[in-house]
């Protein structure tokens, strides 16, 4: 009888969560927000709790299931009909590079450090964060790029332009800490860079939020300070 129980729970708890998805809609699997993300995880705790316990029936597996998927329902109804309520229900995008600069402050309030904004640029096809004009982070966590006009199609190959070489941007400089493991592969050492850096008016590696190397380019570096 607990095979034909647990059987029968997981067979209804199983369509009900499916039909739950076709309610609810694709946004739920593709575009999870934080709120998403939690109430799934909590549909899944119902069917899972409710099939190995024995005082729970199919009765209040099915109403705990469409209760919990009224509320989300309503959740996202009431997102979609009051735009004010989407900040606080859904959050909101934050652009984390604005003008070609880090927004450092957005940066710290998404809790996002300089490495995970690294590589959700690559993701976007984009390996230097100079190339990049604008980023925004959305709600579910992928980012959005607008790259800078040098950088956007047209392509030198459209244009009829003769070929550069392509190089891989190294950071060496991350959240005023020196990296120093990838000095060796630009054949540079400290004191170098700190020529570099000079040339560009910092005294201290300290005061650089993010710098970077590219073979036939200037030191790309930018301070904690957005101007």
Not at 62 to 75: H, M
Not at 171 to 191: F, K, M, Y
């Amino acid at each position: 009888m607990e095979f034909t129980q647990i059987f029968i729970e997981l067979i209804i708890g199983y369509f009900l969560l499916l039909l739950l998805t076709k309610i609810l809609g694709k946004t739920q699997i593709t575009q999870i927000t934080t709120f998403d993300f939690v109430s799934v995880l909590v549909l899944g705790e119902l069917v899972g709790n409710a099939m190995y316990d024995s005082k729970t029936g199919i009765k209040e597996i099915a109403f705990s299931i469409l209760l919990w998927g009224a509320l989300i329902y309503v959740t996202e109804y009431i997102t979609q009909k009051f735009r004010k309520t989407r900040k606080l229900l859904e959050g909101k995008p934050s652009i984390v590079i604005n003008k070609g600069k880090i927004d450092f402050h957005e940066l710290k309030k998404n809790h996002l450090d300089i490495n995970q904004l690294q590589h959700l640029l690559r993701a976007k096809d984009v390996f230097s964060i100079a190339e990049c004009a604008y980023a925004i982070l959305e709600t579910d966590g992928t980012i959005s790029v607008l790259k800078k006009s040098a950088f956007s199609n047209p392509t030198k190959q459209d244009m009829n332009l003769p070929p550069e070489i392509i190089s891989l941007p190294i950071s060496v400089i991350l959240d005023g800490e020196i990296i120093t493991e990838n000095l060796p592969r630009i054949g540079w050492n400290e004191d170098q860079l700190m020529q570099e850096l000079k040339k560009h008016n910092f005294d201290s590696h300290k005061d650089i939020l993010y710098a970077e190397w590219r073979e036939g380019s200037p030191l790309y570096v930018q301070s904690y300070k957005m101007n």
